[in-house]
């Protein structure tokens, strides 16, 4: 009976032992299948370059390659881009739109040098922001004529007869492999209260596109969905909260910093920043900065649905640590010398600096340059008693001794023509608080008004204004008075209501600021402090 036993145990060891090989092999096979069955993805990304070719400083000053504080640049972004593209041959690269406006290189020659340059960076699909809309449709016509990335967006209707209606697509598919990637553009909603062309162009609801397109890309085959967006950062998360099948978002438009070095300045949230979607899933929002300062790298393991398993990267700082592209330098400072006689021309000189807001790259209040930049313009147009312009539009201060062109047009690199409205003292107060609606502290707020021959005082929490005083005297409310503005606010942009009856008395702002401070009498003015906080 003992050795029955023993037979019987001894059988049902092997027995065992079988199944378990069995069992492990089979393990090992599944294992080895799902890993087969997962997809790499490798991202890299950029938003809000603005026309950045070369290095800019913390006050958005062209600067050196070689000094320490001097980031950024085409040159050095062309090298990350090779160093990337060689260690994943494979990985996409996508921007978020606003490669036009913010620099002399824009300013003077328009949108086909940069378009040329970002051409050899070999972006998969880029997006539309709403500054490549500040010289009219035509100026985008003419950069698709020679844009060779695929331009996405999906919620804008174009006019039937513009030749973008049929060049600019909703989106795009990237095969990598097997695996197909839907990329959707998309445009910020706000364009009708911050672009005075956007009249010319109709929008669908943000989602609503998304969503239409993304069922579209999955009839397709796409098992990944990705959107570049120019909405903000806010935008952004709220559109991933509400989606379904949104994996990325690749964002822009307000500037914001993710990352997680803490050494990095105003890093707005971690990178990537994760919402959860209405299915519970994530959705990684990536975005990074603003003047190609930074660019952002991604890798996403998904799995064969789809379905993001893990994530790693961060913004990289484009510092001293990033040599520049020597082709592409060289091709930059070509297109410098072409300009060098414009912008070295001299027109004045300051004994001080003339700053931005304290301690920030913007102007709001206490905006020293905002200052100096409407006395001039109301010194320029004798006929007018108060003089606007939104702070949006200025972007770097002035330096200490010889201001030339080109600082004037870093200074402010949005021109319009000049225009005179009669606004009565009424209108004129919901002038300013059109320009306080979206106002934070410490934030940029595009609309919010620089003056000169006003000055007002303003509660920021009720986005009112309590007091103005026209040189020193209360505002009558039923009085008009002459206003000279840039007619990019006359025409309603950043929110203004459009003025027909708006009189033209010249047709570039800068230039006549030019010819201002070319004036043998010329001076600046003291700082005021025109505008307060209640």
């Known amino acids: 009976m003992f050795r029955s036993t023993r037979k019987i145990l001894l059988s049902v060891l092997i027995i065992v032992l079988i199944c378990g090989c069995s069992a492990i092999g089979i393990w090992y096979g599944n294992v080895r299948e799902k890993e087969a069955e997962r997809f790499t993805l490798h991202l890299m990304h950029t938003n809000d370059l603005h026309a950045h070719l070369i290095p ?31 260690l994943y041959p494979d990985m996409i690269l996508l921007d978020a739109g606003d490669r036009f406006s913010g620099t002399v290189f824009y300013s003077l020659q328009k949108g086909e040098n940069i378009i040329r340059l970002l051409n050899e960076m070999n972006y998969d699909a880029v997006t539309l922001g709403n500054h490549e809309f500040d010289d009219g449709l035509s100026e985008i016509e003419k950069m698709m004529t020679l844009i060779q990335s695929p331009v996405i967006v999906s919620n804008v209707i174009f006019p039937h007869n513009s030749p973008l209606a049929h060049t600019v697509m909703k989106s795009v598919i ?26 010319e162009i109709r929008l669908r609801p943000l989602l609503s596109s998304v969503q239409a397109e993304t069922e579209r890309l999955k009839e397709k085959g796409v098992s990944v969905i990705i959107v570049l ?35 990095f300045p105003n890093v707005q949230g971690v990178y990537p ?35 993001i398993l893990s994530y790693t990267g961060d913004t990289q700082q484009i510092n001293t640590a990033v040599q520049p592209d020597d082709v592409m330098k060289h091709e930059i400072e070509s297109v410098e010398q072409s300009l060098q006689h414009q912008l070295d021309e001299a027109l004045t000189v300051s004994e001080n600096p003339i700053l931005l807001t304290p301690n920030t790259d913007f102007c709001s209040e206490e905006c020293y340059i905002g200052e100096v930049l409407t006395n001039t313009l109301l010194q320029a147009a004798p006929s007018a008693k108060i003089a606007f312009l939104n702070a949006g539009g200025i972007r770097a201060g002035l330096p200490k001794g010889t201001i030339r062109y080109g600082q004037l047009v870093q200074s402010y690199p949005f021109d319009s023509s000049v225009v005179i409205v009669n ?10 608080e059109i320009g306080l609606r979206d106002f934070i502290p410490d934030q940029r707020t595009n609309a919010f008004l620089q003056t000169a021959g006003l000055s007002y005082t303003f509660n920021p929490l009720t986005k009112k204004v309590i007091t103005v005083l026209h040189n020193g005297e209360p505002l009558h409310l039923n009085k008009s008075y002459p206003v000279v503005m840039a007619s990019f606010l006359a025409r309603g942009g ?41």
């Open 494 to 534: 950043d929110g203004y209501p459009e003025q027909p009856e708006a009189q033209e008395i010249h047709p570039s702002l800068r230039q006549l600021l030019k010819q201002q401070m070319q004036r043998s009498d010329y001076k600046f003015p003291p700082f005021e402090n025109r505008i307060t906080l209640h």
């Open 174 to 199: 990237i095969q990598r492999g097997a695996q197909k990637i839907g990329v959707i553009g998309l445009l910020t909603d706000e364009m009708k209260t911050q672009s005075a062309f956007a009249k």
């Open 273 to 307: 920043t994760v919402v959860q979607n209405q299915k519970g899933q994530p959705v990684l929002i990536v975005s990074a900065g603003y003047g190609g300062e930074y660019a952002g790298q991604l890798t996403v393991e998904f799995n064969q649905n789809g379905e």
């Open 423 to 432: 606004l009565t003292g009424q209108e004129i107060i919901s002038y300013l």
């Open 56 to 86: 800019f400083n913390s006050d958005n000053r062209i600067c050196d390659y070689e000094q320490p504080a001097c980031l950024g640049g085409f040159a050095r972004l062309k090298t990350l881009v090779n160093q990337y593209r060689h």
């Open 229 to 263: 967006s120019h909405i903000g950062f806010e935008a952004d998360k709220s559109l991933a909260q509400l989606s379904q099948d949104i994996d990325i978002i690749v964002g822009g438009h307000t500037h914001t910093l993710l990352s997680n070095n803490p050494t």
